[in-house]
């Protein structure tokens, strides 16, 4: 009987992590990179969408800041400014990560208010491609059937 009930919570834990809100992780993984693969957190399409050229033609870090939809982390500032004299694919996914992270926590923001219309969210973050914004929406955010709010 006890090796019925293992499996049955065996089965249990198994459903359980399979409809976890957070993407599926490699549990063999052994560098911490590996864990959760990039398109798994950023979906291909969203990442394609995010363009960081402006970003390199800044001149300063501050020029660099302004472009971003939230300019209020201190933590992605202070990463963007530590990217400021690398170069290389690196950089540009890092960058592309930042800008990422960046409008998540502009999405956040803009939708503390309960009332926000999917046009005034897209005009609070124009900043951000519409791809972006449609996914932070599906993803973090529940929208009455029928409706645009």
């Known amino acids: 009987m ?11 834990k198994e459903t359980t992590d399979k409809n976890r809100l957070i993407p599926p992780f490699n549990t063999t993984a052994t560098e911490p990179g590996d864990i959760y693969p990039l398109h798994d957190i950023i979906p291909e399409a969203e990442w394609k969408a995010l363009s960081v ?27 963007l400014k ?3 004299g690398a170069s290389g694919k690196s950089k540009k996914k890092n960058l592309k990560i930042l800008l990422y992270i960046s409008a998540m926590l502009a999405f ?10 999917k ?4 005009e609070r973050l124009e900043a951000v491609p519409n791809i972006v914004v449609d996914g932070l929406l599906s993803r973090f955010a529940e929208i009455p059937r029928g409706s645009s709010r």
Do not use: C
């Open 2 to 12: 006890s090796r019925l009930t293992f499996t049955a919570a065996e089965e249990s």
């Open 53 to 79: 050229s402006g970003l390199d033609a800044a001149q300063t870090d501050k020029d660099r800041i302004a472009m971003f939809p939230f300019r209020k982390s201190t933590w992605v500032n202070d990463h």
């Open 82 to 84: 530590v990217l400021g």
């Open 108 to 117: 956040r923001q803009a939708t503390f208010t309960k009332s926000l219309d």
């Open 119 to 122: 046009e005034k969210l897209y």
